[in-house]
């Protein structure tokens, strides 16, 4: 990984770091930078691993708008991803995070009424967990702040994490956990715009399983969404797309909603569920079970 010039700490850590690899994600990662940026974060490192639809000079662009954002250069195919965000991580450290916030580039963190650095810096948890939740388009074509996705309102299970920066931080595969002494606490929420359109549905299993099938020895633990995604044509691809703008659930990607489902534009939001809709429907659930 080549690293860009990084800001020199000196004095307290006191600052909240992002961190960040992607590939091929010139469709959404802006929007991720903007909103993870306006959530009080002081800098965000990303590195691009080979990406080749325009996301590498999108970044660059973006570095050379605004200082808070650094741009590396990941040449390793394979899919190291835990080893490469826990080396993102120990950089973050080094150049001054007391904080640091993996995200993909598909993932927008919030907080419950007030910023992500405001919840941080006032919790005393050293690892803290986010509620995971799947959403997508309810058409395909270029995201804008009013985009409209369909959100599961019941989280995923395994959530992400937010951790204190550590120099023996150690990030789990997919971010869904940190190795790290201390407590942890929950109290952030994550919308994950999955997947966004046939395409970008196609591209994102076809490389992820090519990009595990380079480590396959060291990670035997495969994505097995990636390995039912891979297997699909263009047509099954086109079928999968209709069933997630309409609101089902598809195996071929072992892709289950549990729901209910929500209709919300959260690439506007500042805050988690600022009107209340998710809330509400997953208390409508509790209410009506028997």
């Known amino acids: 990984t080549r690293l860009p010039q990084l800001p020199r700490h000196t004095g307290p850590r006191r600052e909240i770091w992002a961190v960040a690899m992607v590939r091929d994600e010139v469709d959404v990662i802006e929007h991720a930078i903007r909103h993870t940026l306006a959530q009080g974060i002081d800098h965000i490192l990303i590195a691009d691993n080979g990406s080749t639809d325009g996301t590498i000079d999108l970044l660059q662009s973006l570095a050379l708008e605004d200082s808070r954002i650094h741009v ?4 390793e195919p394979g ?12 950089v973050a450290w080094r150049a001054g995070a007391a904080w640091v916030l993996p995200f993909d580039a598909d993932e927008f963190f919030f907080a419950r009424g007030r910023s992500i650095a ?3 810096r006032s919790t005393s948890a050293s690892t803290v967990y986010a509620a995971f939740h799947h959403m997508t388009p309810t058409e395909a074509g270029g995201l804008t702040s009013t985009t409209e996705f369909l959100l599961d309102s019941t989280p995923d299970a395994v959530g992400k994490v937010a951790v204190r920066a550590h120099p023996l931080l150690v990030l ?6 940190a190795r790290r002494v201390g407590t942890a606490g929950h109290g952030l929420f994550l919308a994950h715009a ?5 395409e970008q549905i196609a591209r ?9 099938e380079l480590v396959r020895i060291a990670n035997p633990l495969r994505g097995d969404h990636w390995t039912a995604g891979a297997a699909l044509d ?3 691809v086109a079928q999968v797309w209709d069933n997630l703008v309409h609101g089902r659930s598809d195996d071929r990607l072992r892709f289950r909603r549990v729901g209910p489902l929500v209709s919300v534009t959260p690439l506007s939001w500042q805050t988690w569920d600022p009107d209340g809709s998710v809330d509400r429907a997953r208390d409508n659930v509790i209410e009506g079970s028997p």
């Open 172 to 177: 789990v595969k997919g971010n869904h956990d």
């Open 194 to 198: 999955i997947y966004r359109s046939p």
């Open 79 to 90: 899919y190291y991803q835990a080893e490469k965000m826990t080396y993102l991580s120990h």
């Open 72 to 75: 590396a250069r990941d040449t």
């Open 118 to 120: 405001d919840f941080l």
């Open 204 to 212: 994102k299993v076809r490389q992820g399983r090519a990009a595990e």
């Open 234 to 236: 263009d047509a099954q």
